[in-house]
């Protein structure tokens, strides 16, 4: 095969799914079939930026700190929800695809959605961290049997926290 090299095109976030490449470029989606490059799909109200990217059954997921935004095919791009009073510029920040769900940031706690409904999974539910350790997440890993969640809680008395997730409850395997 050969490798074409082209110019002038950028993008924050990159994602594989479904046979496409896509790449967020602030407000805009594109996707790549292999030959071309779609043009600009506009997600939501231009006013903020893309700020996660994951694949669900056949949707491909599209965060941004007001809601989260769906892409099936063709020019389609739907809202799914929106967060309301929880928006943030962290919301969907490294929102990932584990055991046939998607975990998507908002403000301090992890929602749980699979393709129907979404649930608080926490850590910031019920017994979850105590206040001096409740923060944005700012990255996640599924690993096989869990999913890996770092907590930053910035502040003179607080401290991050790595955590594993198993579907049931938390538990807590670094700190710093």
Request: charged share 15%; proline share 3%; glycine share 14%.
């Amino acid at each position: 095969e050969s490798f074409t090299q082209q110019t002038g095109i950028t993008g924050q976030l990159v994602y594989v799914f479904d046979g496409y490449l896509y790449r967020a470029n602030a407000n805009d989606l594109y996707y790549y079939d292999g030959s071309t490059w779609s043009s600009a799909l506009e997600i939501g109200d231009d006013t903020t930026n893309i700020t996660g990217l994951a694949g669900l059954n056949k949707t491909l997921l599209i965060a941004k700190p007001d809601g989260l935004y769906g892409f099936t095919s063709g020019p389609w791009v739907y809202n799914i929800v929106r967060w309301e009073s929880q928006s943030d510029a962290n919301n969907g920040t490294g929102m990932a695809e584990w055991n046939g769900a998607v975990y998507i940031p908002v403000k301090y706690g992890l929602v749980k959605y699979d393709g129907n409904s979404f649930v608080n999974v926490g850590p910031d539910q019920d017994e979850g961290l105590p206040n001096e350790r409740i923060g944005k997440i700012v990255s996640m890993v599924p690993l096989l049997n869990y999913l890996l969640v770092v907590v930053d809680a910035t502040g003179a008395t607080q401290f991050g926290s790595v955590l594993l997730y198993n579907g049931r409850g938390w538990h807590e395997v670094g700190r710093a």
